[in-house]
Each structure stands twice: as C-alpha cells, then as structure tokens.
C-alpha cells in the first residue's frame, strides 16, 4: 500500500488533499501539520519520515504572510527553504518522491508572455525569495517535483476570494487593483491534479519526471477582475472599483504580471484545467 504523507494539512490545498483523498482508495494517507509534525525540526523530521515510510511527500506547508515577511525574513526562510531541506535530506538516499509547492512570487513580473519553468526566477519580495530558496532545497532530492502556484483560493482557510465575499456583503464599493495580472488557481483543483500524477504513476505505471512545473486555472485576469466576478456570482450588491498598485499601501513588491505557462505539466500528465471563472463559480456555489 503506497504511503502518502502530506504536511502542512491544515492550510487551503492540505484540506483540499483531505477532500481529494477521499476518491482515492488503497493508500494510506496520514495529513500532518506543526501539531504532529514541526518539519522546521531537522531531527523530528527526520525520524518522522523513518517512522512512517512513505512513498510520496507532499509539502503543503508555508510562511505565505507576503507582506509580515518582510519583517519576519528569518521565520520565512526557515518555513519556507530550511524545512524543506529537512525533509530532501530524511528521504536523500530514498525512493521516496517529493511534490513540493512554490509560488508565481519568485518571478519579478517585468514579462508580458507566460513564464514557463525555464523562465529566470527574480523574486522582489522576502516571501518570494524564501520560495526560490525553498525549490532550491526540494530539488536537492532526485525524486522532487516542484509545482509553481498562483493566486491560490479555496474553500477552506483566509485568501482573497473569501475576503472579497466578507467585505463586499458589508460594503457598498471596495477598492481593487487593477495593474497585477495573473491567475487565481482553485486550490481543488490543484489538489485534483496532485493525486491525478501520484495515481498515474503509481496504479498506471507511467513515468514520473522530476523538476520544475506550473500550475493554475486556465485563462488570466487581474485582481479586480477576479473581485468583479466573485461579487458577481455571489449576488451581492457591492460596486469594485479599480486602483493603482502604487495607491494600495502594501509593505512587499508583487510582480505586476505573473502568468503561468501551464505547457508541461498539462502534456507530461496529461492533464486538463478548468478555466478559473469555471473554477470560482463551483467555489463561490460550495461558499453561499
């Protein structure tokens, strides 16, 4: 029975793998978070993941506070880099694989076509600099995966989505940038395509392919696109209006444009994606 560990559980994609698991039978999950397993302490992990034996470890967890980063550099780097070398070095001469999640933050957003995976990573915030660290450190294992994510929402945990639902029910106008383009991405969807690849490696016997992948729902928008639609699925009566990056106090730089060219992972695991207004309305449907 093929053993998939998954840290970091408690978060948006770590419930959503809790949901995800449920389709799955004849593996035995066991979903961590700090509580059971502090993967920042190198000896716990490593006699955890001895313990435990797993085949597959999927890495959910993360310092994703983007802004509080800033301040808080040295707990970013050791949530986001040194905890993943913790876990690339219990499993260094072993055959399990390691599917670690990073973010569309590691590039500086000065392109105008989709990054792909051979894209030159040039983080402008803390957050994205502990994120590259972080892939770094997964890829110092052989048997590592590193999926680059965006705009991550769910049903599950805080994100924007949920936010713009709470405070457009209590506001009659809500003030939204409009000059940061990328793609949300539905956590269940992510979540979906992870155990798609562990399935399809495992029970169909296909080829697993280390490296770098993007992920994200199909299609790109900007914040206030994504603000227009949810107040829009969700009825409510609240007026978005756009602003200027410049005129939203925030304390980290965010790429003004962090598309995700999805090309490998979709050919590799023959993947398909929902569209991400396809996506929120099952979301905002699951919210209401």
């Not at 799955?24 to 992990?45: A, N, P, R, V």
């Not at 990054?115 to 770094?136: F, I």
């Not at 294992?141 to 994510?149: A, D, E, F, K, Q």
């Amino acid at each position: 029975m093929a053993v998939i560990l998954v840290t970091g559980s408690n978060g948006q994609l770590g419930n959503e793998l809790k949901e995800a698991a449920k389709n799955y039978y004849g593996y035995q999950f066991i979903f961590t978070d700090i509580d059971t397993l502090d993967i920042t302490d190198k000896d716990q992990t490593e006699t955890f993941i001895r313990n435990a034996d797993p085949g597959w470890i999927i890495n959910c967890a993360a310092y994703n506070l983007v802004d509080k980063a800033e301040k808080e550099q040295d707990k970013a780097i050791l949530i986001n880099s040194s905890a993943v070398s913790n876990i690339a070095e219990a499993i260094r001469e072993s055959e399990c694989k390691l599917i670690h999640i990073s973010s569309d933050y590691i590039f500086d957003g000065n392109s105008n076509v989709p990054y792909n995976e051979g894209s030159l990573p040039n983080p402008l915030s803390a957050y994205g600099k502990s994120k590259l660290e972080g892939e770094k450190a997964a890829l110092m294992h052989y048997g590592s995966m590193v999926i680059r994510t965006s705009w991550l929402y769910s049903f599950f945990g805080a994100n924007f989505v949920k936010t713009i639902l709470a405070k457009g029910k209590e506001n009659d106008r809500l003030r939204v940038v409009f000059d940061q383009t990328g793609t949300p991405t539905y956590a269940a969807d992510l979540a979906s395509a992870i155990m798609i690849i562990i399935s399809g490696v495992i029970r169909n016997k296909l080829a697993f392919h280390a490296g770098i992948y993007h992920y994200s729902n199909e299609g790109v928008c900007s914040w206030y696109d994504l603000a227009t639609e949810v107040v829009k699925e969700a009825g409510l009566d609240c007026n978005i209006i756009p602003v200027l990056s410049k005129d939203y106090q925030s304390t980290a730089k965010r790429p003004a444009y962090s598309v995700l060219d999805k090309t490998k992972i979709k050919e590799t695991y023959n993947l398909e994606i929902p569209h991400w207004r396809t996506s929120l309305k099952r979301c905002i449907k699951m919210l209401k």
